[in-house]
């Protein structure tokens, strides 16, 4: 079936390391997003990707990074310079180049500081 | 920088009511996509409506309606005859036009339906 997975469903992470959240579409679609979810505060973008090797920078970028070397991966990676890591993680996938396209979302990954 | 507004946190509903849900957007743009989402306590984001900002007629699907006050700016949901199953949060997110495919969300409203 075509769909956005993301692995692990559950990462823990020691202060200091850094750390890769898997995502994977096989939906054949051009844009990629990653957003964070805390609560009371809805989702935040961190980054998006609209074409394979070009990304930009969401509304709270400082302290992830990101990269899209093939059209089905985007992986963030949460660095130690995240001053408060430990958050719920979406990906998301959607068309370009239609009008009223529809964001897709993976299961989430979620991620706790120990 | 676009912002959506959702003011109420919390919501709940009796089963078989109606419960109408708030949204509002900021935006200099004339023409923009308004989308809501539900998030069960699966976690699983899913559509429920999309709006295009040319199109004056209202989205329905189903049991679920907008009604979308372009010059207000609102993008409030109706849910008709609430079931358990529409308990979860619900987004409201605005996408602009052109090229640009950044979604913005509001902060969501925790809906309660009570049987």
């Known amino acids: 079936d075509g769909g956005i997975t993301q692995s692990p469903k559950y990462l823990f992470r020691k202060e200091g390391q850094n750390v890769t959240l898997s995502c994977e579409q096989n939906?054949?679609?051009?844009?990629m997003y990653w957003y964070r979810q805390d609560p009371g505060q809805g989702l935040r973008l961190i980054y998006y990707?609209?074409?394979?090797?070009?990304?930009q920078k969401g509304d709270i970028a400082e302290g992830y990074s990101v990269s899209r070397e093939k059209k089905e991966s985007f992986p963030l990676t949460v660095t130690s310079a995240q001053k408060n890591p430990t958050a719920f993680y979406l990906c998301?996938?959607?068309?370009?180049?239609?009008?009223?396209?529809?964001?897709?979302f993976g299961q989430g990954t979620r991620l706790t500081v120990v | 920088a676009q912002t959506v507004t959702q003011s109420q946190p919390e919501m709940s509903v009796q089963e078989a009511e109606t419960v109408t849900l708030s949204c509002t957007y900021d935006?200099?743009?004339?023409?923009?996509?308004l989308f809501w989402y539900k998030q069960p306590p699966s976690r699983q984001m899913i559509l429920v409506i999309r709006?295009?900002?040319?199109?004056?007629q209202n989205a329905t699907e189903n049991r679920f309606s907008v009604n979308f006050q372009k010059a207000a700016k609102s993008f409030s949901l109706k849910i008709s005859d609430s079931q358990l199953g529409d308990a979860a949060m619900y987004f409201c997110?605005?996408?602009?036009?052109?090229?640009?495919?950044?979604?913005?969300f509001g902060k969501g409203t925790l809906l309660t339906v009570n049987p």
């Open positions: 997110a605005y996408r602009p036009p052109g090229s640009n495919y950044k979604l913005t």
């Open positions: 990707s609209q074409i394979v090797n070009d990304f």
């Open positions: 998301a996938s959607s068309i370009i180049g239609l009008t009223n396209t529809e964001a897709f």
């Open positions: 709006q295009e900002a040319y199109k004056q």
């Open positions: 935006t200099s743009e004339s023409d923009y996509y």
């Open positions: 939906l054949n679609h051009d844009a």
